[in-house]
C-alpha cells in the first residue's frame, strides 16, 4: 500500500498558504496513510496549523538558510524529508520553489515526477492537460516514490482547527552555498492587480491602447477605467500577449500591466469563477488560458472576433471605453 508525503514550503511569516493547503486536501483524500513535511526559516506555526490534519508524523526542516528560495538548499532539505518518511507518493503544491527544486530531488531518488497536475485519484492516478491543453489524461506509474505537484485552484483547500504536535527535525547535509539571496525585487506595477481567489477575471487586450473613433488612442483614461473598475470589484487583472509585449517594450500604454498579467498559451491558466474579456479579439493562444475559468464574457466592437466563435458564453458587441464608463458608473 502507498504511503503518502505532504511536503510544503512555508510562507515568510511561517503559515502555509492557500495552494499548500489545497494539496494538503488532496493528500488527505486519497486515503493513505500520511506523513506531514515542512519546510522553512520556521515549522511551528504551519505545524500547529495543521496539526489536525490526520497525519500520523510530522517532519521539519528548519532554519534561516531555508527560508528563501534557493534550489540548493530547497533540493536538500526536500531530499532530506523524504528519505526519512519514506513514503512512495509526494504531493506538493506546484509553487515556484516546487517546479524548480523538486524534479532534482525526484532523480535523486531514482524516482519520477508529474508537474501542472490538475487532479489526484485513488489508484493512484492523476489528471494532466497536454498539447497546450487541448486533451486531458490520466496518468498512472509505478515508478517509486512519485512527486505529484498539484497546480492550485484544482482541489478544494484542506481546512480544520490548529493544535499542538511535535514536530520531528530532520537533518540536513548541505553543499557549499554559491547563491546568497539579498532581498527581493518586484514588478513595478503601482497597484495590485494579480488576485487568484478573486472571483472575477477582468482582462485587457491590445485594443485598449489603439486608435479610437474620434482618430486618437486614449491610455489614460484607458487607465482610469480599467484601475477604476478593479478597485470597485477587487477583481484579478489579465492581459493579452500583445498587450503586456507593448508594455514590455517600455511604450507608455498602460504601466500597470507586466508579463506576469499574461493570459494564454505562455502566460498563466486561470481558474476564476468569471472571466471579462475586454478589446481583446479571443486569439486562440489567448483563448488556451481560459479553459478553467467556469464563465467567459467578452466585450469587442467586431462581431465576427474569435470570442463570437464559440469561445465565450455571451458577446457584447460594443465599445469597451462606453461599456466601462457606464459600468463604474453603475458601481458608484
Given at each position: 500500500?502507498d504511503?503518502?508525503?505532504?511536503?510544503?514550503?512555508?510562507?515568510?511569516d511561517?503559515?502555509?498558504a492557500?495552494?499548500?493547503?489545497?494539496?494538503?486536501?488532496?493528500?488527505?483524500?486519497m486515503?493513505?496513510?500520511?506523513?506531514?513535511g515542512?519546510?522553512?526559516?520556521?515549522?511551528?506555526?504551519?505545524?500547529?496549523?495543521?496539526?489536525?490534519?490526520?497525519?500520523?508524523?510530522?517532519?521539519?526542516v528548519?532554519?534561516?538558510?531555508?527560508?528563501?528560495?534557493?534550489?540548493?538548499?530547497?533540493?536538500?532539505?526536500?531530499?532530506?524529508?523524504a528519505?526519512a518518511?519514506?513514503?512512495t507518493?509526494?504531493?506538493?503544491?506546484?509553487?515556484?520553489?516546487?517546479?524548480?527544486?523538486?524534479?532534482?530531488v525526484?532523480?535523486?531518488?531514482?524516482?519520477a515526477?508529474?508537474?501542472?497536475?490538475?487532479?489526484?485519484a485513488?489508484?493512484p492516478s492523476?489528471?494532466?492537460?497536454?498539447?497546450?491543453?487541448?486533451?486531458?489524461?490520466?496518468?498512472?506509474?509505478?515508478?517509486?516514490?512519485?512527486?505529484i505537484?498539484?497546480?492550485?485552484?484544482c482541489?478544494a483547500?484542506?481546512?480544520?482547527?490548529?493544535?499542538e504536535?511535535?514536530?520531528?527535525?530532520?537533518a540536513?547535509?548541505?553543499p557549499?552555498?554559491?547563491t546568497?539571496?539579498?532581498?527581493v525585487?518586484?514588478?513595478q506595477?503601482?497597484?495590485?492587480?494579480?488576485?487568484?481567489?478573486a472571483?472575477?477575471?477582468?482582462?485587457?487586450?491590445a485594443?485598449?491602447?489603439?486608435?479610437?473613433?474620434?482618430?486618437?488612442?486614449?491610455?489614460?483614461?484607458?487607465?482610469?477605467l480599467?484601475?477604476?473598475?478593479?478597485n470597485?470589484t477587487h477583481?484579478?487583472?489579465?492581459?493579452?500577449?500583445?498587450?503586456?509585449?507593448?508594455?514590455g517594450?517600455?511604450?507608455?500604454?498602460l504601466?500597470f500591466?507586466?508579463?506576469?498579467?499574461?493570459?494564454?498559451?505562455?502566460?498563466?491558466?486561470?481558474?476564476?469563477?468569471?472571466g471579462?474579456?475586454?478589446?481583446?479579439?479571443?486569439?486562440e493562444?489567448?483563448v488556451?488560458?481560459w479553459?478553467?475559468?467556469?464563465?467567459?464574457?467578452?466585450?469587442?466592437?467586431?462581431?465576427?472576433?474569435?470570442?463570437?466563435r464559440?469561445?465565450?458564453?455571451?458577446?457584447?458587441?460594443?465599445?469597451?471605453?462606453?461599456v466601462?464608463?457606464?459600468?463604474?458608473?453603475?458601481?458608484?
Amino acid at each position: 500500500m502507498d504511503t503518502i508525503l505532504f511536503l510544503a514550503f512555508t510562507e515568510p511569516d511561517g503559515s502555509l498558504a492557500k495552494p499548500a493547503l489545497e494539496a494538503l486536501g488532496a493528500a488527505v483524500a486519497m486515503g493513505a496513510p500520511l506523513t506531514v513535511g515542512l519546510i522553512g526559516a520556521s515549522v511551528a506555526g504551519a505545524a500547529s496549523q495543521v496539526a489536525n490534519c490526520g497525519a500520523a508524523r510530522f517532519l521539519g526542516v528548519s532554519g534561516e538558510e531555508f527560508g528563501q528560495s534557493r534550489y540548493a538548499t530547497d533540493a536538500a532539505a526536500a531530499e532530506a524529508v523524504a528519505r526519512a518518511a519514506g513514503a512512495t507518493i509526494v504531493i506538493a503544491a506546484a509553487s515556484v520553489r516546487a517546479n524548480r527544486a523538486l524534479p532534482g530531488v525526484a532523480h535523486r531518488l531514482n524516482g519520477a515526477i508529474d508537474t501542472h497536475v490538475t487532479a489526484v485519484a485513488g489508484g493512484p492516478s492523476i489528471a494532466r492537460w497536454y498539447y497546450r491543453q487541448r486533451m486531458e489524461a490520466a496518468v498512472g506509474r509505478t515508478a517509486r516514490p512519485w512527486f505529484i505537484l498539484l497546480e492550485t485552484g484544482c482541489h478544494a483547500a484542506w481546512s480544520g482547527s490548529p493544535g499542538e504536535v511535535s514536530v520531528e527535525s530532520v537533518a540536513v547535509a548541505l553543499p557549499p552555498l554559491r547563491t546568497i539571496v539579498t532581498g527581493v525585487r518586484s514588478p513595478q506595477s503601482g497597484v495590485e492587480t494579480i488576485r487568484p481567489d478573486a472571483r472575477l477575471l477582468f482582462v485587457a487586450g491590445a485594443g485598449w491602447t489603439k486608435k479610437q473613433a474620434d482618430g486618437q488612442p486614449h491610455p489614460r483614461e484607458a487607465t482610469e477605467l480599467i484601475l477604476g473598475f478593479l478597485n470597485k470589484t477587487h477583481a484579478s487583472l489579465g492581459g493579452s500577449k500583445s498587450l503586456v509585449d507593448l508594455s514590455g517594450e517600455g511604450e507608455a500604454v498602460l504601466p500597470f500591466m507586466t508579463h506576469l498579467n499574461q493570459i494564454g498559451q505562455t502566460g498563466a491558466s486561470p481558474r476564476h469563477p468569471k472571466g471579462l474579456s475586454t478589446c481583446c479579439h479571443g486569439e486562440e493562444p489567448h483563448v488556451v488560458g481560459w479553459r478553467f475559468v467556469t464563465e467567459r464574457r467578452a466585450v469587442n466592437l467586431d462581431p465576427n472576433c474569435g470570442w463570437a466563435r464559440g469561445k465565450a458564453d455571451v458577446v457584447y458587441v460594443a465599445d469597451a471605453f462606453e461599456v466601462m464608463r457606464k459600468v463604474n458608473a453603475l458601481l458608484g
